[in-house]
């Protein structure tokens, strides 16, 4: 109903103007189509920075799995605006799709690492719009990592705002404008989609921009960063109070082993945990010991796993790793027990939480020394930048050296920087109630396996969101006020932001269109559409479950229930008491 209404408006504009995209992109179109200056807040644009190039027949990465194009035409945009009075100077751009294709929409796509997207061919499958800006320090080419110093060590807080969520409202608000402005229309549809730190700005715009979008599809979001990334430290400095380093084969060992043992757990035998919280109930990691592991010789070409773009590129490296031939022991398994337990203070107060029990252990895997022959435990650069530019505003791109850090220090890392970056990096506003009163939906989903952003990192917000929103309201009722307008999801098996290699499981299937239906054709996702790609049941497509109701296989059912079950959802429940501070 309301998606033919406004294919009726876009039809109308399009026939009233009747406009080709030549017609439509031209410089002059687009200058008038810039909001005048002073209309929005502390803006103002240098018309004569913009561009305009009609693009034919370009084929796109972006894909729909409802619309089969592979190639669009569209009008490439750039303009330059300044904050007034701050002598910056911001360049947004934009692909508009040729009005044959346009569908009255406009979407932003999350970017990953410390970066922002920068790319405008995202929407053309959806007949959206699609924007990205370079944040005004060149974020085209510079990831925050690179600029969140000034030369004399103090942090720029300007780099730093625009990241976290100013760049992206406000490039999403001028670029609303100059759609409606350029194709004739009252109403864009406004959508963003991101995962890890693209998931993370997705939250940044709910939170910051509530009357900007209609709906937000945020995966596995890198927000509370003062926890997320010390995480990422969290393994070798068990490793380092532990004394000792795992050979990475042992590692795996225990994580296939461990995903045999728990694939049953949920009721079907597919090579899917679909249930890590009846694994972390049910399975004893000990079990595990005296399993032997063979890996093989390899020698391997790291492009670097950084947030640094500068260790990307220089700190390509090859590596080499010995055949590992052996048993796993009691300190392989205590080393797993550990990192999957999280982060505690000395006191035993639980600091945060970590990787659900038969997600890799990336981060705990050693790196070789040929010198000495055994395995040393390597520092996630993740972390380590987090540690020296932002936290000890020190211009180096890793930490040197783990030895002597204990977990006390790594809680004092967050309690450093968790009002540090309260209003910035951090995104964990929970007053979310002006998006929800906008008609904003959010549909927020983290992979169940994931080894990077800890799934149950996702849950606690969700829970906290819920909590400040529905106080007093009873656990039931507030979970079904609040999947009125945002809903969360668990992708079986899946690991950061995608698929994984040792769980064939579900992907969701189309997450745009998703949001799209649940927008313009008020088709709620009660259950999120996915698909497996791989293994013995690539094809099937499986509807998940919304937490807090989780998967189960009973009977001889060829599709699981969805059932509430008190007990997993405890085991996702965690307080965090070592640091005196609310940590949403
Ligand atoms: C808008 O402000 C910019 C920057 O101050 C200025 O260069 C430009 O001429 C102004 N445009 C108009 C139409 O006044
Ligand atoms: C784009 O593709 C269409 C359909 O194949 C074709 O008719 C048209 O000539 C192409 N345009 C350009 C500029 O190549
Ligand atoms: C679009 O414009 C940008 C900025 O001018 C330019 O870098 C890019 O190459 C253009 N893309 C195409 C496909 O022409
Ligand atoms: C450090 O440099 C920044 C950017 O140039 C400047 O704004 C700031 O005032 C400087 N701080 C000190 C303490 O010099
Ligand atoms: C773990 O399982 C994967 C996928 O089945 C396999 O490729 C790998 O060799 C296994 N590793 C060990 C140590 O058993
Ligand atoms: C796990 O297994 C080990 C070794 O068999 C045993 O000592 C330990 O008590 C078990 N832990 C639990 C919680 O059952
Ligand atoms: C690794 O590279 C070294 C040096 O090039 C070579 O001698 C060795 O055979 C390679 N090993 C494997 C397992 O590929
Ligand atoms: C691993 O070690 C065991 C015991 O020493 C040996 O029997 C086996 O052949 C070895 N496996 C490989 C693949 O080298
Ligand atoms: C390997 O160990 C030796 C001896 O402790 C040390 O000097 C060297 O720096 C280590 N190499 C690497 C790459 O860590
Ligand atoms: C810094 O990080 C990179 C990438 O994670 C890693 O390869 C490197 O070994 C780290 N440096 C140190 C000193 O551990
Ligand atoms: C972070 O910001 C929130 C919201 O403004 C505030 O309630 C909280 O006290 C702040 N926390 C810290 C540690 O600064
Ligand atoms: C937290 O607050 C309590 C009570 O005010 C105090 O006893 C404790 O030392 C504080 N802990 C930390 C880590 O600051």
């Known amino acids: ?140 080419t510079n990831s925050l990592d690179e600029v969140v110093l000034n030369a004399n060590g103090s942090l720029n807080w300007y780099n730093i705002e625009m990241f976290s969520y100013r760049a992206l409202g406000e490039m999403a608000v001028i670029g609303k404008a100059m759609t409606k402005s350029l194709y004739s229309i009252d109403k864009v549809y406004t959508y963003f989609s991101g995962c890890s730190d693209g998931g993370r700005q997705g939250m940044s715009q709910v939170q910051r921009w509530p009357d900007v979008y209609d709906a937000v599809a945020a995966g596995a979001p890198a927000f509370r960063q003062s926890h997320q990334q010390i995480t990422h430290l969290f393994p070798a400095v068990v490793e380092v109070t532990q004394g000792y ?82 048993t796993v022991n009691a300190q392989d398994v205590e080393i797993a027990k550990t990192v999957y337990g999280g982060l505690f203070n000395s006191d035993g107060e639980r600091a945060y939480i970590a990787w659900q029990i038969a997600s890799e252990l990336s981060d705990a895997e050693g790196t070789y020394n040929s010198t000495t022959g055994s395995w040393t435990y390597t520092i996630e650069s993740t972390g380590g930048v987090f540690v020296t530019k932002f936290i000890e505003q020190i211009d180096e791109d890793n930490l040197s050296t783990l030895d002597g850090v204990t977990y006390d220090d790594l809680v004092d890392f967050m309690a450093t920087a968790l009002p540090k970056f309260n209003t910035t990096l951090q995104t964990t506003y929970l007053n979310i109630s002006e998006f929800q009163a906008n008609g904003g939906k959010l549909l927020h989903y983290h992979g169940e396996s994931d080894p990077s952003i800890p799934a ?49 499981g579900p992907w969701p299937t189309d997450l745009v269109q998703t949001i799209i239906d649940w927008v313009e054709n008020a088709v709620e996702p009660t259950t999120l ?37 008190q007990a997993s959802i405890d085991a996702w429940t965690y307080t965090f008491t070592a640091i005196n501070e609310t940590v949403n």
């Open 245 to 326: 380093v795992p050979p990475p084969c042992a590692l795996e060992k225990i994580v296939n082993s461990t995903i045999a043992a728990c694939d049953p757990l949920d009721g079907r035998t597919d090579g899917v945990v679909s249930r890590t919280d009846l694994c972390q109930l049910n399975f004893n990691l000990s079990s595990i010991i005296g399993e032997s592991y063979y890996c093989s010789a390899e020698n391997s070409t790291s492009l670097g796993f950084g947030f640094s773009k500068r260790a990307q590129t220089s700190g390509s490296s090859s590596s080499y790793t010995p055949a590992q031939n052996g």
């Open 1 to 140: 109903m309301r998606q033919s209404f406004s294919l009726a408006i876009a039809a109308l504009a399009t026939t009233a103007k009747a406009v080709s995209l030549a017609d439509l992109c031209t410089v002059s179109n687009v200058q008038a189509a810039l909001p005048s200056n002073g209309t929005i807040a502390g803006i103002s644009f240098l018309s004569s920075s913009v561009t305009a190039t009609a693009v034919y027949n370009a084929s796109t990465a972006g894909t729909s799995s409802f619309r089969k194009r592979t190639t669009y035409s569209y009008c490439n945009v750039t303009a330059t605006y300044t904050h007034t009075g701050q002598g910056d100077s911001v360049v947004v751009w934009y692909g508009f799709p040729d009005p044959s294709i346009f569908e009255s929409r406009f979407l932003v796509v999350g970017g990953g690492g410390y970066s922002l997207s920068s790319g405008v061919t995202g929407g053309l499958a959806y007949g959206a719009v699609t924007g990205c800006t370079d944040a005004g320090y060149d974020a085209f």
């Open 529 to 565: 559409a996915s698909t497996i790609s791989s293994g013995t049941n690539a094809g099937e497509t499986q509807n998940l479950c919304e937490w807090p109701l989780r998967p189960l296989w009973q009977g001889n059912s060829s599709t699981f229930d969805c059932v509430y079950d």
């Open 456 to 504: 149950a990192s996702s849950v606690h917000y969700l829970d906290a969101v819920r909590t400040f929103m529905y106080p007093g309201e009873s656990y039931n009722a507030s979970f079904a006020a609040l999947s009125d307008w945002y809903k969360f999801f668990l992708i079986p098996g899946a690991a950061h932001c995608g698929t994984n290699t040792l769980q064939p």
